[in-house]
């Protein structure tokens, strides 16, 4: 699953994240390194955008397509909308709506190691190593060579627990999906339960310290 913008509504898209070229895939590619690569993590969504347009080249339909009988369909997920690239390409790390109960299915799914409804749509093996810290992570515009430093001044330390695969592991043996102002699933495997939150919050961790003081203790 692709962490993505999740949301009922339709949201101001952020621009940070688009080039301003049309050719997305020129534009990421023509980026220079500014540190030898696999040194370090650093966040960017147009990373996700070349997985899908990979998808895309590879099987010659759209991500959001390819999904369609292989999880949205099985799942009962409908009324899906992802934005698209001015190349015609599924944008991958943002841009994806549905809705609020669509989005705690798939925390269900993921918790259920990948099974839905006694079907096997996902591998277990695949589940368990997408879930599982890959590499030290830091908050979005950071690089990783700060990590220290964040970590002893106590700042947002659910984003320094680690990243998998295209997801944020978090304190408490949690991990999350989310998206852009304050979208989230929370999947907490130790207390058998998905969170899911719509929001439109810029201050993130300060949404994921409420579900900690507050919902956490009750569950």
């Known amino acids: 699953m692709i962490s993505a913008i999740f949301s009922d509504v339709k949201l101001?898209?952020?621009s940070r994240i688009r080039p301003e070229r049309e050719d997305w895939i020129r534009a990421f590619l023509a980026e220079p390194f500014d540190r030898e690569p696999g040194t370090i993590f650093c966040y960017t969504s147009l990373a996700t955008y070349m997985l899908s347009a990979i998808v895309q080249k590879v099987t010659g339909e759209k991500v959001v397509d390819y999904l369609q009988p292989r999880l949205f369909e099985p799942m009962g997920i409908t009324d899906v909308y992802w934005e698209e690239s001015p190349e015609g390409i599924t944008t991958g790390g943002w841009g994806l709506y549905l809705k609020t109960e669509d989005l705690a299915k798939f925390g269900q799914f993921f918790l259920q190691d990948g099974r839905w409804k006694g079907r096997q749509l996902v591998s277990k093996e695949w589940i368990a190593q997408a879930t599982s810290r890959q590499v030290a992570s830091v908050p979005a515009g950071n690089n990783?060579?700060?990590?220290?430093?964040?970590?002893a001044a106590g700042k947002r330390p659910d984003w320094v627990e680690g990243y998998c695969y295209q997801m944020w592991r978090c304190?408490?043996?949690a991990y999350r999906a989310d998206g852009a102002y304050g979208q989230v699933i929370m999947m907490l495997p130790e207390k058998d339960a998905v969170i899911v939150i719509t929001a439109q919050n810029s201050k993130f961790q300060?949404?994921?310290d409420l579900i900690w003081?507050?919902?956490?203790p009750a569950l």
């Open 12 to 14: 101001k898209p952020d």
């Open 144 to 151: 990783t060579d700060r990590v220290e430093e964040i970590v």
């Open 171 to 173: 304190t408490h043996n």
């Open 206 to 208: 300060a949404e994921l």
């Open 213 to 216: 003081e507050h919902l956490y």
